[in-house]
């Protein structure tokens, strides 16, 4: 809950995937395909739900059965990304409330940023898609922006936001962006609608935990 005592911050910094952007409906269809055309059995959206927030390499490396080779491994992962301009994100949606919030902050005078586990070309190609204009960094997975929990890439981002950790709040929907949030020395906000369950991120021990984006505009100070 959030009142008096509760800090306040000028700098966020969100997640993508299950927490701005329900993109599970892209990443079954294409994960699918792949896998159909390696060879391999499709995979339900509950498996696929349960591989994702480690970037492609790590889906990948679930979705195919555990007897694969390495070889068939890394060929069905560069199958996906040569495909993702194909199947992209036509499913993709914004979570209800994400770009009204968004703005709101943005237009009270907000440092926004995004840190993402997917790979940078889709993260820069989905936030340009769907939530156009908020965003003065967007990083995702890259040779200098290793995968969360590393605190490097949310570190830069704040830095580049012109901000400190200190009056930073990471905004997430996974244990992982808690461990990223902890690690970096910010705010750990966690989300209740995007893919994970809410009672783990309690467990996890969340700054704050919170069912509803609007929420967000109350941490602003």
């Given at each position: 809950?959030?009142?008096?005592?509760?800090?306040?911050?000028?700098?966020?910094?969100?997640?993508?995937?299950?927490?701005?952007?329900?993109?599970?409906?892209?990443?079954?269809?294409?994960?699918?395909?792949?896998?159909?055309?390696?060879?391999?059995?499709?995979?339900?959206?509950?498996?696929?739900?349960?591989?994702?927030?480690?970037?492609?390499?790590?889906?990948?490396?679930?979705?195919?059965?555990?007897?694969?080779?390495?070889e068939?491994?890394?060929?069905?992962m560069?199958?996906?990304?040569?495909?993702?301009?194909?199947?992209?994100?036509?499913?993709?949606?914004?979570?209800?409330?994400?770009?009204?919030t968004?703005?709101?902050?943005?237009?009270?005078?907000?440092?926004?940023?995004?840190?993402?586990?997917?790979?940078?070309?889709?993260?820069?190609?989905?936030?340009?898609?769907?939530?156009?204009?908020?965003?003065?960094?967007?990083?995702?997975?890259?040779?200098?922006?290793?995968?969360?929990?590393?605190?490097?890439?949310?570190?830069?981002?704040?830095?580049?936001?012109?901000?400190?950790?200190?009056?930073?709040a990471?905004?997430?929907?996974?244990?992982?962006?808690?461990?990223?949030s902890?690690?970096?020395?910010?705010?750990?906000?966690?989300?209740?609608?995007?893919?994970?369950?809410?009672?783990?991120?309690?467990?996890?021990?969340a700054?704050?935990?919170?069912?509803?984006?609007?929420?967000?505009?109350?941490?602003?100070?």
């Open positions: 809950m959030i009142d008096a005592t509760t800090p306040r911050f000028d700098t966020f910094v969100f997640d993508l995937d299950g927490t701005l952007l329900d993109t599970l409906p892209d990443l079954v269809v294409l994960t699918n395909a792949v896998l159909r055309e390696c060879g391999f059995p499709e995979r339900t959206s509950a498996e696929i739900l349960s591989y994702v927030g480690n970037g492609v390499k790590a889906l990948m490396y679930q979705a195919v059965p555990q007897d694969a080779d390495e068939a491994v890394e060929a069905a560069s199958r996906w990304k040569e495909l993702y301009p194909q199947y992209g994100y036509r499913l993709t949606k914004a979570y209800a409330g994400i770009p009204e968004v703005a709101e902050l943005k237009r009270r005078g907000a440092r926004l940023g995004v840190l993402s586990n997917k790979f940078d070309a889709g993260v820069q190609d989905v936030v340009g898609a769907y939530l156009p204009g908020l965003f003065a960094v967007a990083r995702g997975e890259s040779a200098d922006t290793p995968r969360k929990p590393d605190p490097t890439g949310l570190l830069r981002t704040i830095e580049e936001l012109g901000s400190t950790p200190e009056r930073t990471y905004v997430g929907d996974s244990t992982g962006d808690i461990a990223v902890r690690n970096a020395g910010t705010y750990a906000v966690a989300v209740t609608w995007g893919y994970h369950d809410a009672e783990r991120l309690r467990a996890a021990s700054d704050l935990v919170i069912d509803d984006p609007r929420a967000l505009l109350d941490l602003l100070g």
